[in-house]
C-alpha cells in the first residue's frame, strides 16, 4: 500500500477532507494528516489512518531551537515546530506523497520533502490525487532530486521539492512568495541553491512576476561560486523577462556572467566552450527587446559600459582582436577600369542608385553579390559562434570556408562596398582581404546589434555612417573602432532620388498631416496620435494619414504588446475620420500629393528616409527630437535644420499650426522644405561624395 502524509497548517475544509479520504481509501492508499488543525473538527469514521496534531509550544524543541523560532518567520516557526516532531518524521520517511494543503504548510512541505527525495511532492488535494492515480497508473513522472536535477541526463528539471515551493499557490499570496524568494538565500549546498531557485523563479515567470523573478535569480546568483552556475541562473531569468517583452536590471551583469564563465573555461583551455559563453553573451547584451522593439535602449545611456565588456573580458578580448591585414590596400592597375564589388545579405534597398551609377561609368566594372542568394556563404555569415570559436582557435574549418568562399571575389576586386555593417561584414572581415579595400556602411540598426563586435575593422579601410549621431554612438560603444589599426569614418547621406516626388498638392493637404512607414516600434505611432489628437483639440479640420503596413508581432512580445496598445488607440480614431490608415504601397510620391505636414514621431532614427521624401515632395516637416539622441551633441536638430524639430507632441501641434496657419504661409513653408531636402540629399549632390568614396573624385 502507498502512503500518503497531508501537511496542515491550519483545518483544512473537511468537506474536501473526508472527500480525499473516501478516494484515497478506493485506491488502498493509507492517508496521514499532520500539523494544526480543530482536532474534534476531524471525524475518526472518515478512515483517516493517522490524526497527528502537532505540538506548538515548543515542548519538543531544545532552549536554542525554541529561542530561534519565537523570531523567526511564522512559516519557518511552524517548521521548527513540524520538523522537531518525530511522529512526523517517521510518517515522512514512509511517504510516498507529501502534499501541503495551505500556505503556512507550504515551507514544512518541502521541508519534508527534501528529507524523503523518494517521495513526490505536490501542492493541495487536487494535485495529490492526481499525482496518487498515475501512480497507479504507471504514468506518474520519476521523482527528481535536487543533485539530479543539477547533474542528471535532462538539464533544467526541477526537483519535485523545488516544484513545491514554487508552486503558484505559494507565490500567489504574500507571505508564501516572501518566503520562497527568501529561501534559497539560507545556507545550503550549491545544488540545493540553484534547484531551489529554478523552482522559486520559474513560478514566479508563471505569474508574470517578472521583477520579482529576476530579482530573485540576481540575490542567489551573488551566492553562488561557481562561475558556470551563475551564468546559468542570470541569463536564464534574464532571458525569460526579454521573451516576455521586459528588459531587464540584469542585462548586463547577465553578460558578464556569461563572459567571466567564458574566461574561466579559456583558462582552462576549452576554447569551444568560451566561444559559447562569449557567444551568449552577445545575445543577452543585444537582444532585439532590449534595444530594437521598446521606446528606449540601455546602449545609448551606457555605451561605455557595453564597450567594457569586450575589454573587461579576457576571452571576448580575444575573440574580438583586431587580425590585421598581411598588405596594406593597393591602387588599381593603371589602364584598366576600377573593380567594384558591391555586396549586401538580402536589402538593397538602398543600392539601387549606386549600382545604376556605377554600371554605367566606364571608369567602373561592377560586380554584385547578395549572399542571401548563396545558401552555403549565408550559413556561414550567419554563424556567429563558429565565427568566435575560429577567433579563439578551435574552428580552423571555418576559416578555411570562409577563404574559399570569398577568395575569388577579394582577388577579382580592387574594392569591396559592403552594405550594412552586419553578417556580410563580418564575414568579409574573417579573412585576410589581401590588397583589396574593404568599405563597409553601416546604417542605424546595426549599431544596436552585436553585428559590429563581430566585424574586424582591422581589415576595414572605411567605416561609412549615414549620420553623425550613429557614429558618435558606434564609436562609444565598439572598442574596435579605436587606436592605430581603425578604419577611417565618414558620414555619407543615402542615395535618393528626390526630384520624382515634387508633385502638385492636392486641395486638402494643407490639413493632412502624414507618416511614411510604421513598421517598427522605432516608428512610435503612439506619439503620433498624441499629436493628432492634441491638433484636433484645437481645430477638427486636422487629420493623419498613415501609409504602410503594420509591424511584425512575431519579433517579440514586446513588439506584439506595442502593436496591441496602437491599434486600441488607433480604432476610434479611425471611427471619427481622425486617423486614415493606406496600408502598404509602391507609390509613395502620389501618396505623398494628399500631405501638407510629414511628420517623424520616432524615438530613433538614422536619416528617416521617409521625412526627407516628405519635405522633397513640399510636405512641411516636422520632427521629433529622437529621444534616443536627444540633448547629445548630434541628433534630429544637427541632421535636419533646428526649427523642424520638436520635443513634445503639443509642441508639435503648435509648429503644424502655425507653417499652416493660412495658405500663403503654408505654401512658402512648402517651397523651402522642397529647396532644403534637394540641395541636401537628393541623387546628384550626395553621388560625388560616392565617387570621392570609390577614389573617383
Known amino acids: 500500500m502507498r502512503d500518503v502524509l497531508v501537511v496542515v497548517g491550519r483545518t483544512p475544509n473537511t468537506d474536501i477532507l473526508q472527500t480525499f479520504v473516501g478516494e484515497m481509501r478506493k485506491l488502498e492508499v493509507r492517508v496521514h494528516l499532520v500539523g494544526t488543525f480543530a482536532q474534534k473538527r476531524i471525524d475518526a469514521d472518515w478512515g483517516i489512518d493517522t490524526v497527528h496534531r502537532v505540538a506548538t509550544d515548543g515542548a519538543n524543541l531544545g532552549w536554542r531551537a525554541r529561542g530561534r523560532a519565537v523570531h523567526a518567520h511564522p512559516h519557518e516557526r511552524f517548521w521548527a515546530y513540524v520538523g522537531g516532531d518525530a511522529t512526523v518524521l517517521r510518517l515522512a520517511e514512509a511517504a510516498d506523497v507529501i502534499v501541503a494543503v495551505d500556505s503556512k504548510a507550504y515551507y514544512s512541505g518541502w521541508e519534508l520533502a527534501r528529507l524523503n527525495t523518494g517521495a513526490h511532492a505536490c501542492v493541495g488535494f487536487g494535485a495529490a490525487q492526481r499525482l496518487v492515480r498515475a501512480m497507479e497508473n504507471g504514468t506518474a513522472p520519476s521523482v527528481t532530486v535536487p543533485d539530479e536535477a543539477h547533474h542528471g541526463s535532462e538539464p533544467g528539471r526541477i526537483s519535485d521539492s523545488a516544484l513545491l515551493l514554487g508552486h503558484e499557490k505559494v507565490l500567489g499570496s504574500r507571505i508564501g512568495s516572501a518566503v520562497a524568494r527568501r529561501m534559497p538565500l539560507l545556507p545550503m549546498p550549491q545544488e540545493t541553491r540553484v534547484d531551489m531557485t529554478r523552482g522559486v523563479v520559474t513560478g514566479l515567470f508563471g505569474l508574470r512576476?517578472?521583477?520579482?523573478?529576476?530579482?530573485?535569480?540576481?540575490?542567489?546568483?551573488?551566492?553562488?561560486?561557481?562561475?558556470?552556475?551563475?551564468?546559468?541562473?542570470?541569463?536564464?531569468?534574464?532571458?525569460?523577462?526579454?521573451?516576455?517583452?521586459?528588459?531587464?536590471?540584469?542585462?548586463?551583469?547577465?553578460?558578464?556572467?556569461?563572459?567571466a564563465h567564458a574566461d574561466s573555461l579559456l583558462a582552462a583551455d576549452d576554447a569551444a566552450g568560451a566561444a559559447?559563453?562569449?557567444?551568449?553573451?552577445?545575445?543577452?547584451?543585444?537582444?532585439?527587446?532590449?534595444?530594437?522593439?521598446?521606446?528606449?535602449?540601455?546602449?545609448t545611456k551606457r555605451a561605455e559600459e557595453f564597450a567594457r565588456l569586450v575589454t573587461a573580458s579576457t576571452a571576448a578580448a580575444a575573440a574580438t582582436a583586431p587580425q590585421g591585414r598581411a598588405r596594406p590596400a593597393a591602387e588599381p592597375e593603371p589602364g584598366r577600369p576600377r573593380r567594384l564589388l558591391v555586396v549586401t545579405d538580402g536589402n538593397d534597398n538602398f543600392l539601387g542608385l549606386v549600382r545604376d551609377h556605377y554600371e554605367s561609368n566606364p571608369d567602373v566594372e561592377l560586380r554584385f553579390l547578395d549572399?542571401?542568394?548563396?545558401?552555403?556563404?549565408?550559413?556561414?555569415?550567419?554563424?556567429?559562434?563558429?565565427?568566435?570559436?575560429?577567433?579563439?582557435?578551435?574552428?580552423?574549418m571555418y576559416g578555411f570556408t570562409a577563404e574559399q568562399h570569398l577568395r575569388p571575389y577579394l582577388d577579382w576586386a580592387d574594392t569591396v562596398f559592403v552594405d550594412w555593417c552586419a553578417a556580410a561584414a563580418s564575414l568579409f572581415t574573417a579573412v585576410d582581404p589581401g590588397t583589396t579595400r574593404i568599405i563597409v556602411r553601416l546604417h542605424s540598426y546595426e549599431a544596436f546589434s552585436s553585428w559590429p563586435w563581430l566585424t574586424d575593422f582591422s581589415r576595414v579601410d572605411d567605416l561609412v555612417f549615414v549620420a553623425d549621431h550613429i557614429r558618435d554612438l558606434v564609436l562609444r560603444s565598439v572598442p574596435g573602432l579605436t587606436g592605430p589599426r581603425a578604419p577611417r569614418t565618414h558620414v555619407v547621406d543615402n542615395g535618393m532620388n528626390l526630384r520624382g516626388f515634387a508633385l502638385p498638392k492636392n486641395p486638402d493637404a494643407r490639413f493632412t498631416v502624414g507618416m511614411v512607414g510604421i513598421g517598427q516600434v522605432a516608428k512610435d505611432p503612439l506619439w503620433a496620435l498624441r499629436v493628432i489628437r492634441e491638433l484636433r483639440g484645437r481645430d477638427e479640420r486636422y487629420r493623419l494619414v498613415i501609409i504602410g503596413g503594420d509591424m511584425d508581432t512575431t519579433a517579440s512580445q514586446a513588439a506584439a504588446a506595442y502593436q496591441r496598445s496602437f491599434q486600441r488607440k488607433l480604432s476610434p480614431l479611425v471611427k471619427e475620420g481622425a486617423v486614415e490608415r493606406r496600408g502598404a504601397t509602391s507609390d509613395v510620391p502620389g501618396n505623398l500629393r494628399d500631405i501638407g505636414v510629414i511628420l517623424s514621431s520616432s524615438v530613433r532614427e538614422g536619416c528617416h528616409v521617409g521625412v526627407m521624401e516628405g519635405a522633397a515632395s513640399g510636405a512641411v516637416p516636422v520632427v521629433r527630437d529622437w529621444p534616443f539622441f536627444a540633448g547629445q551633441k548630434h541628433g534630429a536638430s544637427t541632421l535636419y535644420p533646428a526649427d523642424w524639430v520638436v520635443s513634445t507632441p503639443q509642441a508639435a501641434a503648435d509648429r503644424i499650426l502655425a507653417v499652416t496657419a493660412d495658405e500663403e504661409t503654408w505654401a512658402e513653408h512648402c517651397r523651402e522644405s522642397e529647396k532644403h531636402a534637394l540641395a541636401s540629399w537628393d541623387w546628384p549632390v550626395v553621388r560625388g561624395e560616392f565617387d570621392r568614396l570609390f577614389g573617383l573624385g
Not at 559559447?276 to 546602449?299: I, W
Not at 556567429?384 to 580552423?396: E, F, I, M, T, V
Open 209 to 259: 512576476r517578472t521583477q520579482a523573478a529576476v530579482a530573485t535569480a540576481s540575490a542567489v546568483a551573488q551566492r553562488l561560486r561557481d562561475t558556470g552556475s551563475r551564468a546559468e541562473m542570470l541569463r536564464t531569468a534574464t532571458r525569460r523577462a526579454l521573451s516576455q517583452g521586459v528588459t531587464p536590471d540584469t542585462l548586463l551583469a547577465s553578460a558578464e556572467a556569461d563572459l
Open 276 to 299: 559559447e559563453f562569449v557567444h551568449h553573451a552577445l545575445q543577452t547584451a543585444f537582444h532585439r527587446v532590449a534595444h530594437l522593439d521598446q521606446r528606449e535602449s540601455p546602449l
Open 371 to 396: 549572399i542571401a542568394d548563396y545558401p552555403g556563404i549565408k550559413r556561414l555569415a550567419a554563424a556567429r559562434r563558429r565565427l568566435l570559436a575560429h577567433r579563439l582557435g578551435s574552428d580552423p
